[in-house]
């Protein structure tokens, strides 16, 4: 007997679900044989009727800028939810985004990103200097089937950034979910690279609206998931980039889980762990380093030094770095540290001694730069990496804004098994962490079910 079909869309005329043998299963009206539709417990595009609906769509375009004007310089993570914003050309979207976080040179807000998405859709998108208040209730009311705004970074509120949360179901009783919520139908979410965290715009929505996963989070998944099966050995972890607390926690859990056989630490984060490993790396790499963590360096400081008293063994460190001299690249020794010059790429040593790792590995999961590589003098380093990367007969994950950004804007994507849009989401995923985002889809299909 068939169990009873349920409406997801209370109120709308949608298509209808059925749960059987833990797998989904959808129904258009007809008289026609049920189909699997996923087997991980989420909704997609292909489960709901999107005409004419009011559709919440949170991205993660979260991109790298130009330091001195401000202007994008990588769309990557733009052209990667187009192919979500096709599907919902007979919906009625609002697109909500960040850039950065505040008290970072680069959090702005959305107009740039709004612009460059209307150029590569060849279509009007309306920028709405607004996230939740009266001006974006009313722009999303006022919006016709097929047409698109993008509200204003969502960092930018209280709730969403300025407040931690310890549970998803605290994220929902939020004023900018209820405000938002009650002029949308569903949430649809490709925000992958933010999957990793909890905040109302990324998990409140759960038991408000349905919440459906949109082209890219699926594809991501995916992805993710064949990499996870049986991955081949060795397995090398290269964790660079600014977000030293992202890194150091996936590291440890790597390492915990006998996931991982050796780690090399390069970026900010290598000379945090340059650092924690007992090397004065100088007060003003010091300073930018507590300064980038704010509340986080203790935890990230603390982590760092469990990872070496319990795996000193798999752990790689820079042995020679690049510093800023009076405007120009010179290189220095670890051994000849402390500095008082900013360290901003790692040295000619290290990259020697990387390569064999790299050559050697089966499997290879990079994270994050290893310098300051939108200054041309500085992106030695991380241009080296990505051509060993590109050059090995491994499987390589490639993921974070900055990383991806690079394989985008030197046409190699080709050439590596996945280059993702997520940074720390794609690690927490790969060593199995819990992902709020997921967790908030996975609910919300039981909850609407």
Sequence with gaps: MCPSPCNRLSGHSAKQFWVKNNQIFVHN????????????????????????????????????????TGRLLDDGRLKAIIPTLDALSSSRVVIMGHQSRPGKSDFTNMQKHCDRLSKLLGKQIRFVPDICEDMAIEAIKSLSDGEMIFLDNVRMNEEEY??????????????????????????????FAAAHRRSPTLTGFTNSIPCVAGTLMEKEIRNLRRALKNPPNPYLAILGGAKCDDSVRVALNLISKGQVDKIAFVGVTGNLMLWVAGNDIGDRNKEFIRTTLGRDFETAWETGKRIFSENPEKIFL????AVESEGSRKPLSVSDLPTEDPIYDIGLQTLASLKPLVENAGCILWNGPASYFELPDFAFGTIEILNMCTETDAMTIIGGGHTSALVNSRGVSSLVSHNSTGGGSTMSFLSGEPMPVIASLKESFRKFG
């Design 29 to 68: 009206g007809q008289n026609q044989t049920l189909s699997p539709v996923t087997v991980e417990g989420v909704l997609t595009l292909d489960d709901v009727d999107l005409s004419g609906r009011t559709v919440l769509y949170r991205v993660d375009v979260n991109s790298p800028l130009e330091p001195s």
């Design 162 to 191: 300025g407040t931690k949360y310890d549970s998803n179901k605290q994220t929902e009783d939020t004023s900018l979910v209820s405000r938002l919520s009650s002029v949308s139908d569903l949430l649809v979410t490709d925000a």
């Design 318 to 321: 820079p042995i020679d770095v």
